[in-house]
C-alpha cells in the first residue's frame, strides 16, 4: 500500500481520472452502438477496459481491497453517504437552480442508491459466515437505475419506464 502522501494523492487524482475515463469510454460506446457505428464502439469499450484496467490498478495499490465483510462495509457507507449527504444536496441546489435535468438525475440516482445500501447491508449479513448470498437474477433500469431482484416490474417505480427498458445481472 503506497504510504507518501503526495504519492497517495496522484494515485487517488488517477484513480479517479482513470474511472472517470473508464465510464465515459462506455458512454460513448453505447452511443456508437446506437447509431451502428459498431467497430468504433468495439474500440472505445476496449479502451474502456484498459483505463478499468489502470483504475484497479490504483486502487490496488492505494490499499482498497479488504475482506469481503470490509468491501460490503465500504459499497454501504458509500451508498449511505449518497443517500444521507451527497445527492439530497445535488438535488436541492438543482432544484434552487433550476435546472430540471438534473433535478430529475439526482432524484433518479437517490431512488436507487437507497435500494443499493438495503442490498449491501443484506448481503453483509447473509456473508458473515464466509457464505455467497442467493442466487438470484438482478434488474436494473436503464433509465433511472432502479434495481430489483428476481422480478422486473411492468413499469418501473421511479420512472415509469416499461419492463423492457430492464437489463439482466
Same mark, same amino acid.
Given at each position: 500500500?503506497?504510504?507518501?502522501?503526495?504519492?497517495? *494523492?496522484?494515485?487517488?487524482?488517477?484513480? =479517479? &481520472? @482513470?474511472?472517470?475515463?473508464?465510464?465515459? !469510454?462506455?458512454?460513448? +460506446?453505447?452511443? /456508437? @452502438? #446506437?447509431?451502428?457505428?459498431?467497430?468504433?464502439?468495439?474500440?472505445?469499450? +476496449?479502451?474502456?477496459?484498459? @483505463?478499468?484496467? %489502470? +483504475? #484497479?490498478? %490504483?486502487?490496488?495499490?492505494? &490499499?482498497?481491497? &479488504?475482506?469481503?465483510?470490509?468491501?460490503? *462495509?465500504?459499497?454501504?457507507?458509500?451508498? %449511505?453517504?449518497?443517500?444521507?449527504?451527497?445527492?439530497?444536496?445535488?438535488?436541492?441546489?438543482?432544484?434552487?437552480?433550476?435546472?430540471?435535468? +438534473?433535478? #430529475?438525475?439526482?432524484?433518479?440516482?437517490?431512488?436507487?442508491?437507497?435500494?443499493?445500501? $438495503?442490498? !449491501? $447491508?443484506? /448481503? *453483509?449479513?447473509?456473508?458473515?459466515? &464466509?457464505?455467497?448470498?442467493?442466487?438470484?437474477?438482478?434488474?436494473? =433500469?436503464?433509465?433511472?437505475?432502479?434495481?430489483?431482484?428476481?422480478?422486473?416490474?411492468?413499469? =418501473?417505480?421511479? =420512472?415509469?419506464?416499461?419492463?423492457?427498458?430492464?437489463?439482466?445481472?
Amino acid at each position: 500500500m503506497v504510504k507518501r502522501e503526495m504519492t497517495r *494523492q496522484f494515485l487517488e487524482d488517477a484513480f =479517479c &481520472g @482513470e474511472s472517470k475515463a473508464h465510464m465515459k !469510454y462506455l458512454i460513448f +460506446a453505447e452511443e /456508437a @452502438e #446506437r447509431k451502428g457505428l459498431k467497430n468504433l464502439a468495439r474500440m472505445w469499450k +476496449a479502451i474502456a477496459y484498459a @483505463e478499468f484496467t %489502470h +483504475a #484497479r490498478n %490504483h486502487f490496488k495499490a492505494l &490499499g482498497y481491497i &479488504g475482506s469481503t465483510d470490509e468491501n460490503l *462495509q465500504s459499497s454501504y457507507d458509500g451508498e %449511505h453517504f449518497e443517500i444521507e449527504e451527497m445527492y439530497p444536496v445535488y438535488n436541492n441546489s438543482a432544484e434552487f437552480q433550476t435546472e430540471p435535468e +438534473a433535478v #430529475r438525475t439526482t432524484h433518479f440516482a437517490l431512488e436507487a442508491e437507497k435500494i443499493h445500501e $438495503k442490498m !449491501y $447491508k443484506d /448481503a *453483509q449479513e447473509k456473508t458473515k459466515d &464466509g457464505n455467497d448470498i442467493e442466487d438470484s437474477k438482478f434488474y436494473i =433500469c436503464n433509465v433511472c437505475g432502479y434495481t430489483t431482484e428476481d422480478e422486473v416490474p411492468e413499469k =418501473c417505480p421511479v =420512472c415509469g419506464a416499461s419492463k423492457e427498458m430492464f437489463k439482466e445481472f
